[in-house]
């Protein structure tokens, strides 16, 4: 996700560019028991995770981008979680993938902690959805049985594009940080990269096209922008307070390409100096 200079810090999904942006971050102080079907969800320490937890933050710097690159074809520097600064246009960190993390393909940003999905190798539950400090990269909670290649933030909850293995029908689910499930409605396609801008739900579909849909709360869906937003197929997408946000490129000739989220035109298309495979 990208955090937009203008708006308060966020990520650029699965690009899991977490775009964010930079203004204050309040904690939240409030426990619940997480319960994910029969299972809870856990912290680092395998304890039973909370839905909210006093969390001191530093707000990220004005301008700042988390790329997430995947293993499959890493960055010089390798894969991980690039900390990018748009305005310097300096990479300041690069933070690890958590252990096992084999196909990460969803990051997103939710004022307190990084949210990544992915494949656990070799993990008793194959794929999970992991609360990341921003800070270093350290696991915080773990919800376990959760794929997803489109996640974004929405207030205290996340939603998420459903699976396409295993015939689960196409949606996006409203889930709760234990990952609870709250809701869902269903969508025309596969959810390749999620976000909102606080009215709307827009997401790369996964077809030859890779078109962007803007869905309403009730899931009327519209196409406004394919073909050309991305010279390689798109994987990451998110809201920067203004326009939307892809990453435009693959390997060695990625860009930040903003559109507008009315129209799909393109308003602006600048150098991302990460290779490797921005998913």
Known sequence: SKAPRHARPRTLDSLALAALIAGGIAAFNVACPAVVGDERATDAGGNPAQDARPIDVEPPAEGTIWALVHPSYPASQGPGIYVYNEISGAVETVLPLPQGADSPHALEWDGHSLWLATHLDGAEHEDALIELDPSDGSTRSVIPGVFTEGLVADGDTLWRGSAYQGGEGQALIQ???????????????????????????????????????????????????????????????????VHLVVIDGFDTTNQIRRVDKQTGETVELVPLPITGWIT
Do not use: C, H, M
């Open 175 to 241: 889930l709760t940080k234990s990952g609870e499930e709250l809701q869902q409605f269903p969508v025309q396609n596969i959810v390749n990269s999620l976000t909102t801008d606080g009215q709307y739900f827009y997401y790369i579909a996964n077809d030859s096209r890779d078109p962007i849909y803007r869905v309403d709360r009730w899931g009327a869906e519209t196409e406004i922008a394919a073909g050309t937003v991305a010279s390689f197929s798109p994987y990451s997408l998110d809201y920067d307070g």
